[in-house]
Nanobody
Framework: VQLQASGGGLVQTGGSLRLSCAVS????????HAWFRQAPGKEREFVAA????????????SMKGSMKGRFIISRDNAKNTVYLEMNSLKPEDTATYYC????????????????WGQGTLVTVSS
């Protein structure tokens, strides 16, 4: 199984980016996928997940913080691709964003996910 993340880059505060994660080597439509992010010196944190039927999941209200309402996950089963639409970006969104596939536990736990992509760097300038 291979996950290839792309779409990162440098963007100004308030801008938008759409990340893509192309998945190969498995039946894409049968499994959940997720996005996590990791800023320098910080733990990898859950951003969003989407199950096989397209139901989206985001961090619990108490943890959403600055991501609330700005990030949207989606999937295109015909293209074997998961997307993360990021709007109204802030400097604190600067991180390497990782896509993941196939969970064996809670969506928001890093250890639940079996397969990981290599990450794509997002830098938001102030």
């Amino acid at each position: 199984v291979q996950l290839q993340a792309s779409g990162g880059g440098l963007v100004q505060t308030g801008g938008s980016l759409r990340l893509s994660c192309a998945v190969s080597g498995r039946i894409f439509s049968s499994y959940a996928h997720a996005w996590f992010r990791q800023a320098p010196g910080k733990e990898r944190e859950f951003v969003a997940a989407i199950d096989w039927s397209g139901v989206e999941a985001y961090p619990a209200d108490s943890m959403k913080g600055s991501m609330k309402g700005r990030f949207i996950i989606s999937r295109d089963n015909a293209k074997n691709t998961v997307y993360l639409e990021m709007n109204s970006l802030k400097p604190e969104d600067t991180a390497t964003y990782y896509c993941a596939a196939e969970n064996s536990g809670p969506f928001d736990s890093r250890s639940s996910w079996v397969y990981w992509g290599q990450g794509t760097l997002v830098t938001v300038s102030s």
